[in-house]
């Protein structure tokens, strides 16, 4: 499973979420779940996958399609 910030909120779930957030004094992240399956990758596609990490600053998971 792999799940990312969730992007797709409408402007009810986010006042949902923000009037939880006043009510427990917390701040909350939303989430959204996918099932998927790691590709398999080599040792180059690998390193070119951190390289890319790397550069953008950002976490990259190759999955199965």
């Given at each position: 499973?792999?799940?990312?910030?969730?992007?797709k909120l409408?402007?009810?779930?986010?006042?949902?979420?923000?009037?939880?957030?006043?009510?427990?004094?917390?701040?909350?992240?939303?989430?959204?779940?996918?099932?998927?399956?790691?590709?398999?990758?080599?040792?180059r596609?690998?390193?070119?996958?951190?390289?890319?990490?790397?550069?953008?600053?950002?976490?990259?998971?190759?999955?199965?399609?």
């Amino acid at each position: 499973m792999l799940c990312s910030l969730a992007g797709k909120l409408g402007d009810a779930e986010l006042d949902e979420i923000r009037q939880l957030e006043r009510e427990l004094d917390v701040t909350v992240l939303a989430y959204s779940c996918y099932q998927t399956e790691p590709a398999m990758v080599d040792e180059r596609q690998l390193a070119r996958i951190r390289e890319l990490e790397e550069r953008l600053g950002v976490s990259l998971v190759a999955v199965a399609v």
